[in-house]
């Protein structure tokens, strides 16, 4: 098991849940987050569980992360999370989430959300230029993944969770 700690922008505690660790190399970290898992919701004050299986992508370096929904046995979508590239401390990950998402559907469409609360938060947190331009870079390479059916959106691991 590990745990996955994620912070608004200057270490305010956002949400924590727990995965199972299904392949870690140097490059990525690949995590299952089982069916009705607890997520402590910090930011609303909550602890929920998951309806949903998912299969979660970390990169070192890269200002994203991306969860593969799964229920059935089937890939129903992707959320891609738009952060501070994730940390690995031991037995956890950490990043820091930036607002933007970008959902993608089963056939591969996306599309992009929670601007408004990016810009809310870019000024409420004081994110630098810099945060603000490596967000939007990643979106764009989000996007480029999508479009071009690259890695995860290539089918290969919802084939696998079936």
């Known amino acids: ?25 140097p490059e990525l970290w690949v995590v299952r987050g089982e069916y009705n898992r607890k997520i402590v919701h910090h930011t609303r004050g909550i602890t929920f569980p998951v309806p949903n299986d998912s299969l979660e992508f970390y990169w070192p370096g890269r200002w994203y992360t991306i969860a593969l929904d799964v229920s059935g046995g089937l890939g129903n979508g992707y959320y891609c999370n738009i952060n501070l590239p994730p940390v690995f ?13 970008v959902l993608v559907t089963p056939d591969l469409q996306w599309r992009i959300v929670d601007e408004d609360e990016f810009v809310a938060n870019s000024k409420r947190y004081g994110y630098p230029p810099e945060v603000v331009a490596g967000a939007r870079r990643a ?6 993944l999508v479009e071009g059916r690259q ?12």
Do not use: C, N
């Open 151 to 162: 890695f995860p959106f290539d089918g290969r691991w919802a084939e696998r969770m079936a």
């Open 89 to 101: 401390r031991g037995d956890r990950v950490e990043w820091v989430d930036l607002d933007l998402d």
């Open 1 to 25: 098991m590990i745990e996955v700690h994620t912070y608004k922008y200057g270490g305010i505690p956002h949400y924590d849940f727990p995965m199972q660790l299904v392949s870690r190399t």
């Open 139 to 144: 979106v764009a390479e989000v996007v480029a």
